[in-house]
């Protein structure tokens, strides 16, 4: 068990680039969540998949951001044409049996 | 109103001090309650899961949950400087587990 990992751990970007980030859940968590944190609040539900399927989108979610999680196991969460007010640290968290989730060390993400 | 309400502070306490942070929250169909503690620029890290009502200690932690009054607690005793982070509650109901966090409370444990 090596823990939910993310990648990039840091990313800038220009506005109106797209970024596309990574997230390996812990090994056969079938639910893997999403969520975006910004500066002194608490993070936000963006969206979930249990196993390949995207159950729920959040209204936060906008058309230009899509999330995949392709045959079940790593996810990846893309923003097209990037606004600086997507700047935040998305997180991902992975859930097994239990009730708990286990977060990743976020991608920070600054667009300029 | 915010679905969690959790007071920002900063609080700032001497080593060796018991911290006591909390959350209300609206929502009656929340059934798991948990406390994450968050490090500068790291995710959370989950230290404390409760179902229901009631209480749950584990080492120098204590959770309480009262759902009659909507409230939970995290009590930490004999403070140490390495518990200084950003304490956040999280709860979830039973269908799909996704959280609603409070916005944290970040805590200063005085050497």
């Known amino acids: 068990d090596t823990g939910v990992s993310q990648d990039p751990r840091h990313k800038i970007t220009k506005r109106g680039q797209n970024v596309t980030f990574r997230c390996d859940p812990i090994?056969?968590?079938?639910?893997l969540y999403w969520y975006r944190q910004t500066l002194g609040q608490g993070p936000e539900f963006l969206t979930y998949?249990?196993?390949?399927?995207?159950?729920?989108k959040s209204r936060l979610l906008s058309d230009r951001f899509s999330a995949e999680r392709p045959k079940g196991s790593f996810s990846t969460l893309e923003i097209q044409r990037t606004e600086q007010g997507d700047s935040a640290m998305y997180l991902c968290?992975?859930?097994?049996?239990?009730?708990?989730?286990?977060f990743g060390p976020g991608t920070r993400l600054l667009v300029l | 109103q915010k679905e969690v309400e959790q007071d920002p502070g900063p609080l700032s306490v001497p080593e060796g001090a018991i911290v006591s942070l909390n959350c209300t929250y609206s929502?009656?169909?929340?059934?798991?309650f948990m406390w994450y503690r968050q490090y500068s620029r790291k995710g959370p890290e989950l230290l404390m899961y409760?179902?229901?009502?009631g209480n749950k200690e584990d080492g120098r932690f204590t959770a309480q949950v009262d759902k009659s009054s909507k409230y939970i607690s995290l009590f930490i005793r004999d403070s140490q400087p390495s518990d200084s982070a950003t304490y956040l509650c999280?709860?979830?109901?039973?269908?799909?587990?996704?959280?609603?966090f409070g916005a944290g409370t970040t805590v200063t444990v005085r050497a």
């Open positions: 968290a992975s859930k097994g049996h239990q009730e708990t989730q286990y």
């Open positions: 090994s056969e968590h079938n639910r």
């Open positions: 998949f249990q196993n390949e399927a995207q159950l729920e």
């Open positions: 929502n009656s169909a929340f059934q798991y």
């Open positions: 409760t179902y229901s009502s």
């Open positions: 999280a709860m979830s109901r039973s269908n799909d587990y996704k959280l609603s």
